[in-house]
């Protein structure tokens, strides 16, 4: 009799130890979950992160010159890109996760456009919902960029724990009059 006994406790106690690391896996796994990617994982539907600041333009990245970086993996369209970005991700990964940043103003997450959406502000990338939320962000850019970084910490952690609505252009088709869907 205590040998079975010994054994469920052992068996007990493996099974602990295991939910203990599957969970921590989970929670670490989950801490990263604040980036905009794609169903796959990529990061700003496979934009070039690096090329908004080099070529001023929407630039798509490859998978063949691709870098992990908080969860995500980013696409770049050439190995300098990539190389640029691995030697200081946050000086060229977009505000917010890559969320919109005039939705992070007003404390709500939202999908952005990345080719028509996005502008570079004091040196950083900020992407919006569309070219209209864009102009509408530079417009009152201080006090959104403000609102925006306030207002991020809380948004994240909500990324993180699953908790956050996204708002996506499809399910706003009377706010989505450029047509965009993603990934772009």
Request: overall charge negative; hydrophobic content about 40%.
């Amino acid at each position: 009799m205590s040998g079975v006994l010994n054994w469920a406790r052992g068996t007990a106690t493996a099974l602990a130890a295991a939910t203990v690391i599957v969970f921590a896996a989970a929670a670490h796994a989950d801490a990263n979950r604040h980036i905009n990617t794609t169903p796959e994982g990529v990061a700003i539907d496979g934009y070039d992160t690096v090329a908004y600041f080099t070529t001023g333009s929407a630039t798509k990245g490859d998978a063949a010159h691709s870098a992990e970086w908080e969860g995500a993996t980013w696409h770049f369209a050439s190995a300098e890109n990539r190389d640029t970005f691995t030697a200081d991700p946050a000086a060229y990964a977009p505000q917010h996760g890559g969320w919109c940043s005039y939705a992070a103003s007003d404390n709500y997450i939202a999908e952005v456009d990345v080719i028509d959406g996005w502008s570079i502000q004091d040196g950083k990338l900020y992407l919006n919902w569309d070219v209209d939320t864009k102009a509408a962000f530079m417009e009152e850019a201080d006090d959104r960029i403000a609102n925006a970084h306030e207002n991020w910490p809380g948004l994240k952690t909500g990324l993180a724990e699953g908790s956050a609505e996204i708002s996506r252009h499809a399910d706003y088709p009377d706010y989505n009059p450029h047509g965009i869907v993603h990934p772009q």
